[in-house]
Nanobody, 121 residues
């Protein structure tokens, strides 16, 4: 089994910063891409940012220049540094990883449980 555990959410004021972390553990041979998605109340889940195993990044237009995704391959961990936060960034943030399972070598996507981010004064 593979688990993704997120941390770092919470309350921030507009213009403030938060840093999210997501650590993958379990039966992992290799992790390909990792990413962050978010879902606001009444809206569909959307991609925020993702990063390939080679370090190539991709961002939603709404967060470009404010958010930075990075990863530590040795720790199977992905981070999301969120600066200049806006109220519209309020959502549940989910980590996603494309994992090559150990032993079976199956390629599967896994999701974290989600972490709440609220931006409000």
């Amino acid at each position: 089994q593979v688990q993704l555990v997120e941390s770092g959410g919470g309350l921030a004021q507009p213009g403030g910063s938060l840093r999210l972390s997501c650590a993958a553990s379990g039966s992992i041979a290799r992790i390909n891409g990792m990413g962050w998605y978010r879902q606001a109340p009444g809206r569909q889940r959307e991609l925020v940012a993702d990063i390939s195993s080679g370090g190539t990044t991709n961002y939603a237009d709404s967060v470009k220049g404010r958010f930075t995704i990075s990863r530590d391959i040795t720790k199977n961990t992905v981070y999301l540094q969120m600066n200049s936060l806006k109220p519209e960034d309020t959502a549940v943030y989910y980590c996603n990883a494309e994992v090559r399972r150990a032993f079976t070598y199956q390629l599967q996507h896994y999701w974290g449980q989600g972490t709440h981010v609220t931006v409000s004064s």
